[in-house]
């Protein structure tokens, strides 16, 4: 309880950005819903054969996993806000649709009778009869909306969207962090009880006010959307992105404080935005600018090719002249450590099944559990590389994020899993890498990715970002990444330190 209490301490400031953040994109996603949700709901009670199909397809929407709506938008949109809030308002309208249809529909038929009796128009009977008599049940339509949109926000974080779920993603990222997880968890379900609970309320005053309970309501919610209009905020010149982890958060940071020393351009970060394939979107869309990507995952992944040579600067090269022949991109200088894949274990299981290389792994493939990311378990240069060059058909894979790997080995859930070799908890756990006599895995040094445009833009960037090239081992990463996983520094400072230290920018 006394850690979780540090960890609140020092993260309050950032807690209180997630949580408004978060409340936000929820109370954005839920007005644009209730614009789309309500008045199609209306229309389809006048055209009932649409009814069905239309219900039914919102249904059919709110099947498809989120992740998966986010991943299709992001060619379009981006990164960021903006596919964040079409996927959750998409999430937003079954619920919203389906109550304004039942509601409207179950009105007392002699009521409506009576009304067209009276001589009321279909809209006006709609307007004085039926929908101050349905709103209830709209406004409970909109309180389940809410309450799903608030809960799938979290994931908004693995886009750069921000909220909750950017504390929660940090905490699986550094092993299962329970103290962080909770962190952003709990505010986020208390936050989704606050705003069910003042949706009741507004759903009580429906009962007796009728319409002007749902207007008051969808009032309030628009002034807080719009609040931040009233704020002002200069955009920046650069945006800068990195994938989850305490590695590529340490090197955005340095590009930052480089960039920001010698020129006059600003910077924005965008740490944290999960998966190869969700940044390189992000860069190749404009969404980003800049990112950390490393050399050999430049050729394997977005080259779909196989490195032609082990030599750590020939693959450079080779990624450098394919990333700008296929994507108009350019790799700047590649720094000198080496973040290549590596199987890990423990050094008791090595000693009790004499493991030294990877090969080794065949004679007890039956028995071994092992825990990789999804990406790795897809790549050639990971664990479909290893079933070919090594034989290997592993009885029990267990595919999981990167920062539940650590915990799931150091509990022995899991007997080998993928690490890469500059990451903290290499250190932490005492674990031991099994050789790759094939060279398997090709190097996998980071540099620098951009677009021509940027570079023909800002020329100067490549002279500043070049400094980086050849600077920092596998030692100081690995060091660098153990003091923001394990000793909870700010990846600013630690970036900073580091560049004071090499005299690139002033101290």
Do not use: C
């Not at 809410?146 to 909220?163: F, K, P, R």
């Amino acid at each position: 309880m006394n850690e979780f209490i540090s960890v609140f301490q020092n993260r309050q400031g950032m807690l209180l950005e997630k949580i408004w953040e978060h409340l936000q994109i929820s109370l954005t996603s839920l007005l644009i819903a209730i614009i789309i949700a309500v008045p199609l709901g209306l229309v389809l009670t006048r055209y009932q054969r649409a009814a069905e199909p239309i219900i039914g397809l919102s249904a059919i929407m709110q099947t498809i996993p989120s992740l998966a709506v986010l991943a299709f938008l992001i060619p379009f949109f981006g990164i960021g806000i903006t596919p964040a809030i079409i996927a959750l308002t998409l999430y937003g309208l079954l619920p919203i649709l389906r109550n304004v249809y039942t509601g409207i529909k179950e009105v007392d038929p002699a009521l409506k009778e009576a009304a067209t009796g009276m001589g009321m128009s279909s809209f006006r009977r709609l307007t004085k009869v039926e929908l101050p008599i349905a709103t209830p049940v709209i406004m409970a339509g909109i309180r389940t909306s809410m309450v799903l949109i608030v809960g799938t926000t979290t994931i908004a974080a693995l886009i750069g969207a921000g909220g909750l779920g950017e504390v929660i993603l940090l905490g699986l990222d550094r092993g299962a962090d329970v103290n962080l997880i909770i962190l952003g968890a709990i505010p986020a379900a208390l936050l989704a009880i606050a705003l069910d609970f003042i949706l009741r309320g507004f759903e009580r005053f429906s009962t007796k006010f009728g319409i002007k309970a749902f207007v008051s309501m969808v009032v309030i919610v628009l002034l807080v959307v719009l609040s931040p209009l009233f704020i002002t905020s200069n955009k920046a010149d650069l945006v800068i992105g990195g994938k989850l982890g305490a590695e590529p958060e340490i090197l955005i940071n340095m590009y930052k404080l480089l960039i920001e020393e010698e020129t006059d351009l600003t910077v924005d970060l965008e740490p944290g935005l999960g998966k190869t394939a969700f940044v390189f979107s992000a860069l190749e869309e404009g969404s980003i600018d800049i990112f950390p990507e490393f050399t050999g995952t430049a050729i394997v992944t977005h080259m779909d090719a196989e490195a032609e040579s082990n030599d750590a600067r020939e693959v450079y090269e080779q990624a450098r002249a394919g990333m700008n022949e296929m994507y108009g991109m350019v790799l700047l200088e590649p720094m000198e450590f080496n973040n290549t894949y590596t199987v890990a274990t423990t050094q008791e299981f090595a000693d009790a099944h004499d493991l030294e290389e990877i090969g080794d792994l065949q004679q007890i493939e039956d028995e071994t559990v092992a825990g990789f990311t999804l990406e790795f378990n897809d790549r050639y240069d990971g664990y479909v590389g290893m079933q070919d060059v090594y034989g290997l058909d592993i009885a029990d894979v267990r595919t999981m994020e990167p920062g539940i790997r650590q915990g799931a080995i150091e509990n022995d859930e899991v007997d080998i899993i993928d690490a890469y070799a500059t990451d903290s908890y290499m250190v932490e756990l005492e674990l031991v890498t099994l050789d790759d006599p094939e060279n398997l895995f090709p190097p996998y040094q980071g540099a620098p990715l951009l677009r021509n445009e940027t570079l023909e833009q800002h020329p100067e960037l490549e002279e500043i970002l070049n400094q980086l090239g050849g600077k920092i081992t596998d030692e100081e990463m690995r060091e660098m990444n153990y003091q923001v996983d394990y000793e909870d520094r700010s990846a600013n400072d630690v970036a900073r330190e580091y560049l004071e230290e090499q005299g690139l920018i002033a101290g």
